[in-house]
């Protein structure tokens, strides 16, 4: 039980600081918050995402580009051109690597406000921090595992956000419902989206990629991320922007 819970405390508190903090203020800016709560959110970041932590700034200028570019052959990842999954996770690696070392050059639109915490980031991102938190984990299983079934949770500890990666840049451009239709193949993964806290409605964030709600579209959209949005910004520690809560129901 207690690696359950673990399991999942790891897998909402990464994919929460994922979806809030490198998606929806690195790459979109849905709102705004202060220094210092933005330098609290990075270490939050590397604490629940631990040993697959993910640099704001390589994630958001890589997503960036996803959107200006959705499954062309300039796209980081898609399922359109990449012949395996295994072939997208490799691929999106090597661009988000080349992003935080500066060694392909980028437009300044794709660069322009992402956050920075290069002296944060270079140790988050290291090979100390990453084998630690993987020793952690492994100490972990090994005094509260209480059948050997538990131990298959430990590579989902290993790899949490390659696995969160896939769900959305893999089975997010292949499966789902559609609400609009657009040139991309983004789809709305789930009715409710209760496994990736509003990112599986990703047909709905494509059309309309600045809004901090991604569900709303449907009655049964209900976007969690949001929700706890809404609650951080009514207790003033981030501000919405007025421009990204519009919810239109549009259909
Ligand atoms: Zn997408
Ligand atoms: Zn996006």
């Not at 322009?112 to 944060?120: A, D, E, G, L, T």
Request: net charge positive.
């Amino acid at each position: 039980m207690t690696i359950l819970i673990f399991i999942i405390v790891l897998w909402y508190g990464g994919l929460f600081f994922q979806t809030f903090f490198l998606h929806r203020y690195a790459a979109h800016q849905t709102y705004t918050m202060s220094k210092l709560t933005e330098r609290i959110v990075f270490i939050l970041t590397w604490f629940f995402q631990g040993s697959n932590y993910l640099s704001a700034y390589g994630y958001g200028v890589m997503h960036r580009m996803h959107h200006a570019y959705a499954d062309t052959e300039k796209d980081p990842h898609s399922p359109k051109y990449d012949l395996s999954v295994f072939a997208m996770m490799w691929r999106t690696k090597t661009i988000y690597t080349d992003i935080n070392k500066q060694k392909i050059e980028v437009e300044p639109k794709f660069t322009k406000n992402v956050p920075q915490w290069k002296s944060f980031d270079a140790f988050a991102s290291s090979w100390f921090s990453r084998v630690a938190w993987g020793v952690a984990y492994f100490a972990f299983f090994l005094a509260f595992s209480t059948a050997w079934w538990q131990w298959l949770f430990f590579p989902v500890a290993l790899f949490m956000a390659p696995i969160h990666g896939v769900i959305i840049n893999w089975y997010g451009h292949i499966y789902g419902y559609v609400n609009f239709k657009s040139k991309d193949t983004s789809k709305n993964l789930f009715k409710f989206d209760f496994l990736m806290m509003g990112e599986g409605y990703h047909n709905n964030h494509h059309k309309h990629s600045s809004r901090a709600n991604f569900g709303g579209v449907r009655w049964h959209e209900i976007d969690v991320t949001y929700m706890i949005m809404l609650l951080l910004n009514a207790l003033g520690i981030i501000k919405l922007k007025p421009n990204t809560v519009k919810v239109r129901r549009e259909l």
